[in-house]
């Protein structure tokens, strides 16, 4: 069974395991954050991070999830 790219990483060097897991954890936020399809220029801002966050080490996506939900949090109270 092939695991579907994301357009946000494709053109980023992952291994199929860590895609998978990142597309995982991008998925994850994206319904936590109740983030439409259509939100298109949100959730190139969550997969920017996402990859960021892959390109540290980081590529557990619920430590991807948790992260990055506490900084949209943080970032919401200082709007």
Not at 25 to 48: G, H, K, W, Y
């Amino acid at each position: 069974m092939g695991t579907a790219v994301h357009p946000f990483i494709k053109d980023a060097v992952f291994d199929a395991e860590a895609t998978h897991a990142l597309a995982l954890a991008f998925d994850d936020i994206c319904a936590q954050m109740n983030l439409p399809q259509t939100a298109s220029a949100a959730r190139e801002i969550v997969a920017a991070r996402v990859i960021d966050l892959a390109r540290e080490g980081v590529f557990d996506p619920q430590v991807l999830l948790a992260r990055i939900l506490h900084e949209a949090r943080a970032l919401r109270g200082t709007l």
